[in-house]
């Protein structure tokens, strides 16, 4: 479900701009396969490279790139901010925080794997990013977001930040209630929306 949301906030904002800044929103595939890519490893296939090269071009793109996260059930959202030169955590229920933290510095460093392979590359080409040494930006746990009053609802709070979120502030708030509406909206949104193969029904109600 979290994966088909993604796909469809993409596909109704191809060329997603905020704050003046390019943004790609990412799918959950790619930030679990960082966390287990490390600097040691073997060398790696061309075919290998060609797809991290691939993947590298396609973050450099933009500004920011949001990367859904999970740490055991709980959903959070890490926003790589090229333009602050930070990696911006936001999180919906502060007792992950350790947890989180952790992880989100091992998906950093297989990020850094994607990156490097384009570190030679001419910088002209990928003048969005100051540099493309992540392992030392700032990680920053944002404080002040919404935060779930339930065990159940990490991965739609995580979802409204994803569609919120402008690098510096949510562009909307929303609160638990809402977040209960969201979730009794988001199947209908799903099955409803242009981009769904299986689309059987017309006009999906608004979030």
Same mark, same amino acid.
């Given at each position: ?148 009053? *339930?065990?159940?609802? &990490?991965? @739609? ?8 979120? /402008?690098?510096?502030?949510?562009? $909307? #708030? ?5 977040? *209960?509406?969201?979730? &009794?909206? @988001? ?8 981009? /769904?193969?299986?689309?059987?029904? $017309? #006009?999906?109600?608004?979030?």
């Amino acid at each position: 479900i979290v994966d088909a949301r993604i796909h469809d906030m993409r596909g109704k904002i191809p060329d997603d701009k905020r704050m003046f800044t390019n943004v790609y929103l990412e799918t959950t595939h790619m930030p679990a396969r960082f966390q287990y890519t490390q600097r040691h490893e073997a060398e790696i296939c061309e075919e290998e490279t060609m797809h991290r090269r691939a993947v590298a071009f396609k973050y450099v793109s933009h500004e920011m790139v949001f990367l859904p996260m999970r740490v055991q059930t709980h959903w959070f959202l890490v926003v790589v901010n090229a333009y602050l030169r930070t990696v911006q955590v936001l999180n919906s229920d502060k007792q992950f925080v350790g947890k989180i933290v952790q992880q989100v510095r091992n998906m950093v460093e297989g990020l850094h794997c994607y990156l490097d392979i384009i570190q030679n590359d001419e910088k002209e080409d990928y003048h969005r990013w100051k540099d493309f040494n992540v392992k030392t930006w700032d990680i920053d746990m944002l404080d002040g977001l919404p935060q779930q009053e *339930d065990r159940t609802s &990490s991965g @739609l709070f995580m979802l409204k930040y994803m569609e919120h979120w /402008n690098g510096y502030r949510l562009q $909307k #708030g929303f609160t638990q209630n809402l977040i *209960d509406e969201f979730r &009794s909206k @988001l199947a209908a949104i799903l099955v409803n929306s242009v981009f /769904n193969e299986e689309q059987t029904m $017309k #006009g999906s109600p608004e979030i």
